[in-house]
């Protein structure tokens, strides 16, 4: 038995420049997410640091919040059974070189970092991913 979770799905602003947000909108739908909250906003590189403080010690971590808040992004809750392991699964690998044929970096990703999506990585971290943005919800 699958529990029915939340996660906590951001469009990057590569995808977002790029006009994307719909077509991968209808991915997560399509799939079975429910879209229960989102927002567009733009970060500010203090908040983006903030977001990414697990990667505070990695050589790409100044260039990864330059990036996140170089632009509007939408930030979404995504409900469905398995939410947090189904939607790194939709998502594809970090790398869109490396994600798989109809996975949604393989489709729209650039690079590892313009990858056009973020997905919580546990269940743990997305409770902390989604109260960081909707501060009303667990
Ligand atoms: P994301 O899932 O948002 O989590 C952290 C991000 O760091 C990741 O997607 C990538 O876009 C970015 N990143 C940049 N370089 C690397 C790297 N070498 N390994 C992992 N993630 C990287």
Redesign the pocket.
Same mark, same amino acid.
């Given at each position: 038995m699958s529990d029915l979770e939340k996660t906590l799905s +951001?469009i $990057?602003p590569d995808a977002i420049e790029r006009a994307l947000e719909n077509k991968i909108k209808e991915e997560f739908i399509s799939n079975g997410f429910k879209i229960a909250k989102e927002k567009k906003i733009q970060l500010t590189k203090s908040e983006a640091e903030l977001f990414?403080k697990v &990667?505070e010690t $990695?050589p790409?971590y100044s260039?990864?919040c330059d990036y996140l808040s170089s632009g509007p992004i939408i930030v979404m809750i995504l409900e469905k059974n398995d939410a947090v392991k189904e939607n790194r699964k939709l998502m594809g690998a970090?790398d869109p070189k490396k994600a798989d044929e109809g996975t949604i970096r393989k489709e729209y990703g650039i690079s +590892?970092?313009k990858?056009s999506v &973020?997905?919580s990585d546990s269940l743990e971290n997305a409770k902390i991913e989604i109260s960081f943005f909707f501060k009303d919800q667990q």
């Open positions: +951001i $990057k990414y &990667h $990695k790409f260039d990864l970090t +590892i970092d990858n &973020h997905g």
